[in-house]
């Protein structure tokens, strides 16, 4: 049941990021070109996005467990520390350079594109690297 609902919610995001042009490269380079020739379609896709985020968290926070697991799994920490500022720093860096960050990525992957695959790889080996490198999140 678990694997279904996660198949069908996967579907649902990665058809959600195809709509709203989040796995076209040029579009989402566009949008972060905010000195150069800005095209702010995206800000209809965000907006959306923490709209949806804000009613669904309220309705979540209803609830005394989720549906599917034991217990929820926030975030522990909340300092702001280089480790955190670096992370977002590359990962910004990776979305403007290639246009994609992982879940636009991973959805326009039935395109087939070599270069895609090859972001994907790299990303992939991304993760690996600094689950091995670094230790966990959180972590005291």
């Keep these: 049941m678990r694997a279904w609902i996660a198949f069908v919610a996967g579907l649902l995001f990665g058809l959600g990021l195809s709509l709203g042009g989040m796995t076209q490269p ?15 379609r995206l800000v209809f896709v965000m907006a959306g996005a923490v709209l949806t985020t804000a009613v669904g968290y309220r309705l979540l926070l ?6 599917l697991v034991e ?10 520390d280089a480790r955190l500022v670096g992370g977002a720093a590359l990962f ?4 403007g350079i290639a246009g994609y960050c992982p879940g636009p990525a991973l959805a326009s ?4 594109a070599p270069a895609l695959l090859v972001l994907v790889a790299c990303m992939i080996a991304g993760w690996w690297l600094a ?4 230790p ?3 972590g005291h």
């Design 92 to 95: 910004g860096i990776g979305w």
């Design 131 to 134: 689950a091995r490198l670094l």
């Design 136 to 138: 966990p999140a959180g």
């Design 26 to 40: 040029a579009v989402v380079l566009g949008f972060l070109d905010i000195f150069g020739a800005w095209d702010p």
């Design 62 to 67: 209803r609830r005394p467990r989720p549906l």
């Design 71 to 80: 217990r929820f799994q926030w975030p522990v920490s909340r300092r702001i």
């Design 109 to 112: 992957l039935g395109a087939g």
